[in-house]
């Protein structure tokens, strides 16, 4: 088993910034990489960014592409997830997600953080 605990959630005005993290434990060991993914009032779960255990991969959703970058800090079993010129549009709970080796996808999910951007 592995657990997520997000933190970093808030309420920030249109441009403005926000860091999230999520701490793993557990058999960390066994994930092959980690997930952001959003989900908006009414909406479907949205992949937002991933990277690998290694960190020698990430990938970004088009819509927040040169605006967030995710990163890990292997040492604190943390991945964080830094936005920038934040958009209403990006209002959402943001999960943080794990994806096992031997998995089919992601298979471990974080409670969420609600992040809420005014315009």
């Known amino acids: 088993q592995v657990q997520l605990v997000e933190s970093g959630g808030g309420l920030v005005q249109a441009g403005g910034s926000l860091r999230l993290s999520c701490v793993a434990s557990?058999?960390?060991?066994?994930?092959?990489?980690m997930g952001w993914f959003r989900q908006a009032p009414g909406k479907d779960r949205d992949f937002v960014a991933t990277?690998?255990?290694?960190?020698?991969?990430?990938d970004y959703a088009d819509s927040v592409k040169g605006r967030f970058t995710i990163s890990r800090d292997r040492a604190k079993s943390t991945v964080y997830l830094q936005m920038n010129s934040l958009k209403p549009e990006d209002t959402a709970v943001y999960y943080c997600?794990?994806?096992?080796?031997?998995?089919?996808?992601?298979?471990?999910w974080g409670q969420g953080t609600q992040v809420t951007v005014s315009s």
């Open positions: 990277i690998t255990q290694s960190g020698d991969s990430t």
């Open positions: 557990g058999r960390t060991f066994d994930v092959y990489k």
């Open positions: 997600a794990a994806f096992s080796y031997g998995s089919a996808n992601y298979n471990y």
